[in-house]
């Protein structure tokens, strides 16, 4: 009532899409940053009438996001134009990769107009034979999922494409995204467990006619109380180079893709899933770098705050925040390579059962309807629990097309939040696999030098693996099937 009252037209937020707007801090911006390459030359105009007709169709990217003594709402941009979303850099025509990634640093680290929609796409018109484009999303609006829903419904399967508007298309991907084989029944498990409570005191009655059900039931009750407990009483990760005082400038680097098909063969071998593969890669890349700059990071492990998706199929083309977070131990400290894709794949099996991501969905909702001062500290506790943040979208594996133009390769980088520095985002996208690193300029001066060796670190254990060494290891009941 308040809100179409003082505001026509306008919505209440969400708790977690709130929370997310609060975060917003000078040493980290809640923006999700990415990149697109595109094989050909990108016409401005078209690209605006593409993102007008398709992106903008959704009537909250046509919203600012509005915070006041009663509240936070979504409200509608009366003077919304498309141009202001939609504009040119003008850079220099010698652009490669270098320049890029400094120009999409520089952009990362700039704040969205909170006066309208915090949204924005730079066209890069001329970046070697064709076009580049950085893209800005403020986190309020959607996480990671819903938006490459979204950015699906901007793009074609052929270069001229008939005219299509409107809610992205829902596509089905074979790839699942990191953590997604363990938690592919996060829908299930927070129907029976995150409610066990509740479900205990509606069917107590009934189910004291079924003591096996009540045991079960009341054991998946122990087993979300002792994930609470353990979520909330994590101590702090460990200090490392990559965990210190944060500056308000962050630095964005790629690597080179790798062959997905090559992936999955060495999962294959080792009986690991080829999220398993790209973790223990990036682990790999992070320790190498570490221990060139002197570090003694033998048995060191890290933690990652990993998002895990817990929006119901049928509502994947939804905008908004639906996930939660798990704490996933990195083993940076381990060397050998075979043995450190193992010691990932236990790791990833450990939080099978784990209710941490609906723990942590509940308390991003339960901040987000508190006084925005009590969230502060609460979310400087909870990032403290992690060094990095470290997330893997699955994309379509077949070539797409924007505005007319090929799209050649898609980056993306996450917000950290809190204390955390440093992200890694996996992208797979035609039958490849991208790697992004954002990092905070006073841990990472040249973020490049980080993520550039995951491909020599997988290329380690592919030589490993051809060789026969992991063979006659006792990895015990390691194996899981590949996914």
Not at 74 to 91: A, G, K
Not at 210 to 232: H, N
Request: charged share 25%.
């Amino acid at each position: 009532m308040v809100a179409s009252f003082l505001r026509p037209g306008a919505e209440p937020m969400s708790s977690n899409d709130t929370a997310w707007l609060r975060m917003d801090s000078p040493t980290n911006l809640m923006m999700i940053s990415g990149v697109i390459v595109f094989r050909q030359r990108v016409d401005l105009e078209r690209l605006r009438e593409i993102i007008e007709t398709r992106f903008a169709s959704f009537e909250r990217f046509r919203m600012r996001a509005v915070r006041d003594l009663t509240g936070t709402w979504w409200e509608p941009d009366h003077d919304f134009s498309i141009d202001r979303h939609v504009v040119p850099l003008d850079v220099r025509d010698d652009l490669d990769q270098a320049g890029l990634e400094e120009l999409t640093s520089r952009m990362a680290s700039t704040p969205l107009n909170p006066d309208q929609p915090m949204w924005q796409f730079q066209l890069v018109e001329r970046f070697g034979e064709g076009s580049a484009m950085i893209s800005r999303i403020h986190h309020c609006y959607a996480d990671g999922i819903a938006l490459i829903q979204v950015l699906l419904s901007m793009t074609d399967t052929q270069p001229s494409p008939a005219a299509a508007t409107g809610a992205p298309p829902k596509r089905k991907s074979r790839e699942r995204g990191l953590l997604d084989q363990v938690f592919h029944d996060a829908q299930a498990l927070r129907d029976k467990g995150a409610d066990a409570g509740k479900t205990l005191l509606r069917d107590g009655l009934r189910l004291t006619q079924r003591p096996e059900e009540m045991l079960e039931l009341a054991g998946k009750a122990t087993a979300f109380a002792t994930d609470v407990a353990r979520f909330v009483l994590k101590p702090p990760d460990r200090r490392s180079r990559y965990k210190g005082k944060l500056s308000p400038v962050k630095r964005v680097a790629w690597a080179e893709p790798l062959p997905l098909d090559e992936v999955k063969a060495v999962g294959k071998a080792h009986g690991c899933t080829v999220n398993d593969v790209l973790l223990s890669s990036v682990a790999g890349a992070l320790r190498s770098w570490a221990t060139e700059q002197g570090d003694q990071i033998d048995g060191l492990e890290i933690h990652a705050a990993v998002p895990v998706n817990l929006r119901p199929q049928v509502k994947a083309g939804e905008l908004g925040n639906k996930f939660g977070l798990v704490f996933l131990g990195i083993p940076i400290g381990i060397a050998d390579a075979v043995e450190r894709l193992h010691a990932v794949n236990r790791k990833m099996r450990e939080l099978k059962n784990s209710y941490q991501a609906q723990v942590s969905l509940g308390l991003l909702s339960l901040v987000g309807r508190g006084p925005s001062m009590l969230q502060r500290p609460v979310l400087e506790a909870f990032s403290s629990k992690a060094t990095t943040v470290m997330t893997n979208v699955p994309g379509p594996q077949q070539p797409l097309y924007l505005a007319g133009a090929e799209i050649d390769q898609l980056l993306f980088w996450v917000p950290q939040n809190g204390r955390i520095g440093i992200g890694v985002s996996i992208l797979s996208y035609n039958g490849k696999v991208q790697f992004g690193l954002i990092a905070d300029r006073n841990l990472v001066p040249h973020p490049g030098e980080i993520i550039r060796r995951v491909n020599g670190q997988f290329e380690e254990l592919a030589l490993q693996t051809m060789a026969g060494h992991f063979e006659g290891r006792d990895h015990g009941d390691d194996y899981d099937e590949a996914k």
